[in-house]
């Protein structure tokens, strides 16, 4: 076989390990994410799977480990595509609106512990359509679904 074959067969054989490698960096952070979120969800045991203060403290714990291990900018990033910056209907600006609490505590917090125990006291001290810009809100009990997302 011509050595040049060989050559981009193995060149072929790099990149696409490289590419893998590049794919699994990529996606660890999300992963850490989701993973270290779900863990002290499920521990908090608040109820409102969805739209209530379970969806808040979610969404809020997300946005404060996003903006503490990274920047508040990724957490700007997701709302507007993920949330369409609050706009559409009232569980998405319930979420962005956490989202934006939960960044600007990850973004003061002194310690990894203090960021996770200021998510859950703001949690805990949110209500439904809370009327200060700096409360955590959810909707109303009977617009809660006992869902995991």
Avoid at 5 to 30: C, E, H, M, Q
């Amino acid at each position: 076989m011509d050595s040049r074959l060989r050559g981009n067969d193995g060149a072929g054989k790099r990149w696409f390990r490289r590419v893998l490698i590049v794919g699994a960096v990529l996606a660890a952070y999300p992963a850490f994410v989701f993973a270290t979120v779900y863990a002290h969800w499920f521990a908090a045991d608040l109820p409102g799977g969805r739209n209530g203060p379970s969806d808040a403290y979610r969404h809020t714990l997300a946005s404060a480990t996003v903006a503490y291990t990274a920047t508040p900018r990724w957490v700007e990033w997701v709302t507007a595509v993920m949330e369409r910056g609050g706009v559409g209907n009232d569980s998405r600006a319930m979420d962005a609106h956490n989202n934006r609490i939960g960044a600007a505590i990850g973004t003061r917090a002194d310690s990894w512990d203090a960021m996770q125990a200021e998510v859950l006291d703001a949690v805990r001290a949110g209500s439904v359509g809370a009327g200060d810009a700096n409360k955590i809100i959810w909707l109303p009990p009977e617009r809660w679904q006992n869902r995991w997302y």
